[in-house]
Nanobody, 125 residues
Framework: QVRLVESGGGLVQNGGSPRLTCAAS????????IGWFRQAPGKEREGVSC????????YYADSVKGRFTISKDNAKNTVYLQMNNLKPEDTALYYC??????????????????WGQGTQVTVSS
């Protein structure tokens, strides 16, 4: 079982650069790919970025490429999402999720088995 806790959200100004943190409670951290997802009101949950359990391969949705950076600290069982140049359309509830499957570029919500409760990011215009 994997327990995930997100933090770092809040009210951010247009153009701001917050960092989200996903902390995992598991003894088998290295067995999991980690993904960041977001869901805005009235919209479907969408994949934002992911980092693989093997080789730390990263992948980004086109909407955040060049602005967001995902990274991992294995010693702390933690994944970060550095978000730069935020826009109002980035406003959403951000979730991290864990998946023990194989392969890279995993940005479909149905590929992930374990989810955190989410952290709200609101970008003021």
């Amino acid at each position: 079982q994997v327990r995930l806790v997100e933090s770092g959200g809040g009210l951010v100004q247009n153009g701001g650069s917050p960092r989200l943190t996903c902390a995992a409670s598991t003894y088998t951290w290295l067995n999991y790919n980690i993904g960041w997802f977001r869901q805005a009101p009235g919209k479907e949950r969408e994949g934002v970025s992911c980092i693989s359990k093997i080789d730390d391969i990263t992948y980004y949705a086109d909407s955040v490429k060049g602005r967001f950076t995902i990274s991992k600290d294995n010693a702390k069982n933690t994944v970060y999402l550095q978000m730069n140049n935020l826009k109002p359309e980035d406003t959403a509830l951000y979730y991290c999720a864990a998946d023990a499957g194989l392969g890279y570029y995993r940005l479909r919500p149905d590929e992930y088995d374990h989810w955190g409760q989410g952290t709200q990011v609101t970008v003021s215009s």
